[in-house]
């Protein structure tokens, strides 16, 4: 009789932290992104999902999940993410080809979270696999940028998704790239050390 008279407890939890972690987002957040960052069952979260949608607090699209209101979210004083890697896009690779062929998909240890409204450019959002640190991808102005949440100095065993999510957007550019200029691709700036394959 307990679990009857605590379940709309339980689920008003639940709304709570979704709208707490698309607040501190303000970005779209795909089920599974959210599903694993607040650690909560598929039916659960489900549930608060469609509770929230009902009462116009939150808006689900393609992209996953967001507030509604445009305004809310993005706390001011939430950490800034660190530049891990900035590669100079070669001339007529179009940006939107680039992170269509990355968002919404899970390499190694990565896990797809959703789309970051960043003023002035989406940013792409992965989470490791058990949601500690996140990973972010972002195009502007011909520059494609590897950010990760990680401090500098405290990568240690994240350096990995960081490397990972860079070869997979190589891969991306040279799949787009015009095939006369194989070579454009230069790495302006790296943070991390060498990986722990290098030779």
Known sequence: MTGWEDEPSRGARVDDRVLEMLSERASRIAFSGLRRALGV???SLTRALRRLERAGT???TEGGYALAESGLGGSEGASHPRTVASIQLPPG???EDILGRLAGRWFGSLR???IHEHPG???LVW???RGRAHFMLTIRRGSLRVLTSVPAGGAGTEDGAAYEL???AVDRIRAVAPRSDPSVLTLEAET????PYAS
């Open 41 to 43: 069952h598929p039916e």
């Open 127 to 129: 989470s490791t696999e």
């Open 93 to 95: 690779a179009q940006a």
């Open 121 to 123: 450019d989406p940013w």
């Open 166 to 168: 860079l070869a997979q």
């Open 58 to 60: 939150v808006t689900h």
């Open 192 to 195: 991390l050390p060498s990986p």
């Open 112 to 114: 797809w979270v959703g």
